[in-house]
């Protein structure tokens, strides 16, 4: 008999590489640095019909708003991608309550302080949202970033995913920032009006 060749073609392997660099992301935002040492970073991945359900959500949650053409334009772009990784804050309140920082870069003094303040919705998250919480969102968006980055995988961080996402619920997280991911020949995230 013959030589058998086994092949696996461009686009297949384009797909299969970005889920798995979708989960290495994942892995860098959970490991990521974390202020005290509590972790209340949740992410979760999307692709397929899913990406089209969430392009949909953030036209619909874009058309109430003042900067709804970059919502629609995001829209456009996360259904041109292949698969997005959300990255979320399941919570908003200082951390270590018990042994409170009191930092007061909240507004609110200190911690307790910033407890008694009746949680208010804003058009996209609510708030307020404790300093430190919101620096390891960052500090775990630019990870998860990074990761993409070494694997030459284009991406980009959109704000305009995340209202859209939680009102998906797919998520427990409060604040969600998303980070679509391409593979084509040209960079579909930064080729825009």
């Not at 297949?12 to 935002?29: D, F």
């Not at 030459?152 to 427990?172: C, F, Q, S």
Request: charge should be positive; charged fraction near 25%; include cysteine.
């Amino acid at each position: 008999g013959g030589i058998r060749m086994a092949k696996i073609k461009d686009e297949k392997a384009e797909l299969e590489g970005l889920l798995a660099v979708a989960k290495a992301m994942a892995v860098a935002a959970r490991t990521a640095p974390k202020a005290r040492g509590v972790d209340a970073i949740e992410t979760l991945m999307v692709f397929d019909e899913d990406l089209n359900v969430l392009a949909t959500t953030m036209e619909e949650h874009g058309a109430k708003s003042a900067i709804s053409e970059a919502f629609k334009r995001d829209a456009n772009s996360v259904r041109k991608s292949l698969v997005a990784l959300l990255v979320g804050l399941r919570d908003l309140r200082p951390k270590k309550v018990e042994n409170p920082l009191d930092c007061g870069a909240c507004g609110h003094g200190d911690c307790a302080g910033f407890l008694k303040v009746k949680t208010r919705e804003g058009k996209d998250f609510p708030g307020p949202v404790c300093l430190f919480q919101a620096v390891d969102l960052g500090i775990a968006l630019c990870s998860a970033a990074s990761v993409a980055d070494r694997f030459h995988v284009d991406n980009r961080m959109m704000y305009t995913i995340g209202g859209p996402a939680r009102e998906l619920g797919w998520m427990k997280s409060q604040i969600i920032i998303g980070i679509p991911l391409s593979c084509s020949g040209k960079n579909i995230y930064f080729d825009r009006n």
